[in-house]
């Protein structure tokens, strides 16, 4: 069952006037829609990486402050380095760890020697 339903709209995209079939279209085409979304996306994912350090800060704080022995995830996190970088320097010697039930766990204390 079709609808005989002819609205005519302004996309909200590129600002052109179309006819639409239904009342809830937004944009002229397919390609009007899909780059709506991926600016749409693009925009989500800005306000999400404005907003992570700020959580991440807190998160540490809170976390890592009471904690003696330290993940690889976290190390990454406090120092701000990928985790290959933080396998690295283990295996060199610049970070000491212990293998625990087979879990890499870090010293705070001993991490914090070597940085402060």
Do not use: W
Not at 11 to 25: P, W
Not at 45 to 62: C, F, G, H, R, V
Not at 97 to 103: E, I, P, S, W
């Amino acid at each position: 069952m079709s609808s005989n339903i002819r609205v005519s709209k302004v996309c909200q995209h590129c600002g052109k006037q179309f006819i639409a079939k239904t009342t809830v279209t937004k944009y002229c085409g397919d390609n009007c829609a899909k780059k709506a979304y991926k600016k749409r996306k693009r925009e989500e994912k800005i306000q999400m990486a404005d907003k992570a350090p700020s959580d991440l800060k807190t998160y540490y704080e809170n976390e890592i402050g009471t904690k003696e022995y330290l993940s690889i995830k976290e190390v990454c996190g406090l120092l701000g380095m990928s985790r290959m970088t933080v396998y690295r320097n283990i295996k060199y010697g610049r970070i000491p760890a212990l293998k625990f039930k087979g879990r890499v766990i870090i010293s705070k204390k001993r991490l914090e020697r070597i940085f402060i």
